[in-house]
């Protein structure tokens, strides 16, 4: 490919620069843009020593950030694709990333070593027991051709599993030269990026700040306002972070006067949020709504509150995505958003050109998407990709989110979109937060975070005022308030892990845990197993006879033993009603679990094979001939290889992680 556009050109041009400028910066450590330098050409040399092809995959599984970014600049010198994977993850997951990646070499530590073995043979280099081999090489740049590949990213998630997704060189250069123009991104800008290495948004954080020869903050575990206390994080000019860290950082203490722009992304910005953080900065600091999905390298769309052309009616219900980046598109198709990724600056600016020390464009950069359309003026590079978002193109050009599509959910037959009642509640001023989610396929439960733990609105007042909202049936039955909602590294929102209510009825304590009356789904699901157990044992006690004459006569057997033979017949006939009352209702609490549902319906009829065979299967080997081998071979084939097959779906379906639950969605 065209060596201008290679990603680490644009870093290596402010390494000539300004090799002692400081490039990364963490509590621990600190490099310089000559040391990095250095230490990633050596890697690359030892990659390529190794083995490495041109536009191989190399995982990046490691937890100290500076050797992250050593191993990323390496693997791109060396001609490579990174893949970052997070090390603290469970065996399964890292895995499961190493083959979505398509990873051929893995760089980690020891002490991560034996998770990234998966049986598979890749090439393992340890970034710190290594090191003396690595260092042998030499600091100089290696000739090695690129690539089309610059990076494998992995999706939220936002709509079940993460993905891989392929993002090459050209489409994040464009992407950088649009974030270089939108910003002002300047070299003496200090960036404090909070997003774990192993998400997409820290790719992003990277490039925006190396790429333009400014100074990269890592916080690692660090939150809260005291980081701002901390030397490493001394000088900060731009905040690359999700809504929830923005609020941490900036509600708690007076943030850096040197602050002047931050980029949000990664969730559902409210615009009343928005305005609220806005007032927090100093007078001409800039607060960006960031969206955009990992197919279009993050770079999507952009808010700002100087877009706005008059009042906007109930901003807490609003949150909006703005125009596209330079070199984008945005456009609404039958309600979904779908974005063209970037494909260069409408000006010729590419903004990676160190000499005129600016690193880009001040300029703000908007793009025109006024004129009522559902198509926005600019248009991008490559094939438009769907968001698995909804949103509207308001009348005055601006992009409105409108929920995940994912979130949406079937309750009783019913698709419910819980968007717009996640809105209305999140406007009220005694909740902070709200997910609204389907419990059992039957009914709706609100989670609520209080503005004031000491002042929760109740579930009658909150059921009030979703009334005329929406629906009556899209009102939640069930009320949990929490602490906090549940969320991953990157801060966003985990359903997975909110809460199932105990039961139907009003608000929960604050502990998660439901309050109110009633039996619920599982109760009444419950409550047909039994009555049709009762049903069934007598009538299959009677058929016995009738069906398989014979079968339980023991009339020739001794008193001691035949009541064991008895206590047989009668815990067959036990699992025989068992069975049947699981075949009518254990279907829906076992897709509680959260696993799919082709494989919820095999192992729930498995289940029900297990237990309802065994008294067909006995009557009619006790009327068998022990030497009847046609009868016998049929038994065998009809009940006992059925068994084993049932048996290993029962152990697929225990053993497999449950699917991931949509996420909140990432504007």
Not at 267 to 278: F, K, N, P
Not at 440 to 468: C, H
Not at 590 to 615: C, D, E, I, K, P
Not at 633 to 659: D, G, H, K, S
Request: net charge negative.
């Amino acid at each position: 490919m065209n060596g201008a556009n290679e990603l680490h050109r644009l870093f290596e041009a402010w390494a000539r620069l300004t090799p002692d400028r400081p490039a990364v910066t963490t509590a621990t450590a600190r490099l310089t843009y000559g040391e990095l330098e250095g230490r990633a050409n050596r890697l690359a040399r030892h990659l390529l020593d190794s083995g490495l092809g041109t536009g191989e995959t190399v995982a990046v599984c490691a937890s100290g950030t500076p050797d992250v970014l050593v191993a990323v600049l390496g693997v791109l010198k060396a001609g490579g694709a990174f893949a970052l994977i997070g090390p603290r993850q469970s065996t399964g997951d890292i895995g499961r990333a190493l083959e979505q990646s398509g990873a051929r070499t893995v760089l980690t530590h020891a002490r991560y070593a034996p998770a990234v073995d998966d049986g598979t043979g890749r090439p393992v280099v340890c970034l710190d027991t290594d090191a003396a081999l690595i260092d042998a090489h030499s600091p100089e740049p290696a000739a090695a051709p690129c690539g089309v590949t610059a990076a494998v990213l992995f999706s939220a998630g936002t709509s079940g599993e993460r993905r891989a997704v392929e993002v090459g060189h050209q489409r994040l250069h464009d992407a950088y030269r649009a974030w270089a123009e939108t910003f002002g991104l300047r070299p003496s800008d200090v960036h404090l990026v909070t997003a774990p290495a192993d998400a997409a948004a820290f790719t992003y954080g990277w490039v925006r700040a190396l790429c333009s020869g400014g100074t990269l903050v890592l916080p690692g575990d660090e939150t809260g306002a005291a980081l701002w206390e901390r030397p490493f994080a001394e000088g900060v000019t731009v905040l690359d972070t999700d809504p929830y860290a923005a609020r941490l950082l900036l509600d708690s203490t007076a943030p850096p006067a040197g602050l002047r722009l931050v980029a949000v992304g990664g969730e559902r910005l409210g615009l009343d949020e928005q305005v609220r953080l806005q007032g927090r900065l100093a007078p001409g600091a800039r607060l960006l709504n960031v969206y955009g999905t990992a197919e279009v390298a993050g770079c999507g769309t952009w808010f700002e509150t100087d877009q706005l052309t008059g009042p906007v009616a109930e901003p807490g219900r609003v949150s909006l995505l703005g125009r596209p980046f330079p070199g984008c598109r945005a456009e609404v198709r039958k309600g979904e958003i779908w974005l063209t990724p970037p494909d260069g600056v409408a000006d010729g600016t590419d903004g990676s050109d160190p000499s005129d020390g600016s690193g880009g464009s001040a300029g703000a950069g908007a793009s025109d998407g006024s004129g009522g359309s559902d198509r926005t003026a600019l248009s991008g590079g490559g094939d438009a990709v769907a968001t698995g978002d909804a949103g509207t193109l308001r009348e005055d050009g601006l992009l409105e989110f409108g929920g995940r599509l994912a979130h949406r959910v079937r309750v009783r037959g019913r698709t419910v979109d819980p968007y717009r009642a996640e809105t209305a509640l999140g406007a009220h001023p005694g909740i902070r937060e709200s997910v609204i989610a389907a419990v059992d396929g039957e009914r709706l439960v609100a989670y609520v975070v209080p503005a004031s733990p000491t002042a929760a609105p109740g579930a009658d007042e909150i059921r009030a005022r979703l009334r005329g909202v929406v629906p009556d049936q899209e009102i939640p039955a069930a009320v949990v308030t929490l602490e906090a909602l549940p969320r991953d590294r990157a801060g966003r929102v985990d359903r997975r892990l909110l809460p199932l209510p105990a039961r139907h009825g009003t608000s929960g304590p604050v502990n998660g845990k439901s309050g109110g009356t009633g039996a619920g789904p599982a109760g009444f699901l419950y409550g047909v197993g039994c009555a049709v157990l009762v049903v069934v044992l007598p009538l299959a006690a009677i058929l016995t006879d009738v069906l398989w004459p014979g079968s339980t006569d023991l009339t020739y057997v001794a008193t001691p033993w035949s009541w064991l033979f008895r206590g047989l017949y009668a815990a067959e006939l036990l699992a025989f009603g068992v069975g049947l009352a699981f075949l009518i209702a254990g279907r829906p609490l076992m897709r509680r679990q959260g696993r799919s549902g082709g494989l919820t319906t095999a192992a729930h009829l498995a289940v029900v094979w297990l237990l309802v065979s065994w008294w067909p299967q006995d009557n009619f080997y006790r009327l068998a001939a022990k030497h009847d081998w046609e009868r016998q071979a049929a038994l065998v084939y009809a009940f006992n290889v059925p068994l084993m097959i049932a048996a290993v779906v029962v152990a697929v379906y225990v053993t497999r992680r449950p699917e991931p639950a949509a996420v909140a969605p990432r504007p």
